[in-house]
């Protein structure tokens, strides 16, 4: 079940979309959404964000912004309370620590496939991901 809020993607206006955090699939699922004259809510296009491209997730002016590793804006979600802002932040860095485990350890078993030997998980996890799912 999504939540009804207004986000920001890259090159585009504000809008109201419908927010979902899929973490089976490991992505944030947005759907531009708008209500008709007759009261009907009308669907439009779905952009998904993959957690694994998220390197930070940050808070600030009451909006959660997904930040990828160059540093540019994946998207900026405005939950309408802080209690609902709080819940996206932490879910967010949940979802990008766990995404980035998982890529940590699909590079770890590729590497033992390929006979590199052994790996050390700290040189592959990123310090932040590691702690962030420590503390999830």
């Given at each position: ?6 986000a920001?993607?890259p ?55 997904l ?29 990008a ?5 998982r ?10 496939r390929?006979?590199?030997?052994s790996?050390d ?16």
């Amino acid at each position: 079940e999504g939540q009804v809020l207004v986000a920001t993607l890259p090159g585009k206006p504000p809008d109201v979309h419908i927010a979902t955090l899929d973490t089976s699939q490991g992505v944030l699922l947005l759907q531009e959404a708008s209500v008709l004259q007759s009261g009907d809510i009308s669907l439009g296009a779905e952009t998904s964000v993959k957690m694994s491209a998220v390197s930070s997730v940050d808070n600030s002016h009451g909006a959660v912004t997904l930040i990828s590793s160059t540093s540019s804006v994946l998207a900026q979600l405005h939950p309408e309370t802080p209690e609902d802002q709080k819940a996206w932040l932490v879910g967010l860095r949940s979802a990008a620590a766990a995404a980035a485990l998982r890529g940590a350890a699909a590079s770890v078993t590729a590497a033992k496939r390929a006979g590199e030997g052994s790996i050390d998980a700290a040189a592959v996890v990123p310090p932040a991901a590691a702690a962030a799912a420590a503390a999830a």
